[in-house]
């Protein structure tokens, strides 16, 4: 990695929470709540972990992101945005991650998410 890139800057990796592994197990992706990201990691076979990048939130602002969720298929990532009162939602392909362009989509204002489940 270039570490004065964005891309694996060590600023995308701070106050890591909530992990969500992919349905095949090659890859992790953790959201970095204090600044609004998610990273990327690949598993290796003995379980070591290598980062690929992390991907910004394209509104990060009061965000407060935490839990993750995958779709069945594994083709999406859902996270909670609790400062938001979202969730935001990101196309995966591989260890690859990109925030739809509809994204992030409002919870009623009076809502207080925490935790989410992906059917």
Known sequence: CDWSSDVCSPIY??????????????????????????????????????????????????LSPFDARLSPGGNMLFVVDSGGKSISAFAVNGGSLSELASSPTALPSNSAPFGIVVL
Request: charged share 10%; aromatic share 10%.
């Open 13 to 62: 990796q701070t106050a890591p929470c909530w992990v969500e592994i992919s349905h095949d197990g090659r890859y992790l992706f953790t959201v970095n709540t204090a600044q609004p990201s998610i990273s990327s990691y690949a598993i290796g076979s003995d379980g070591s972990l290598s980062l690929l990048g992390s991907t910004p939130f394209k509104n990060p602002s009061g």
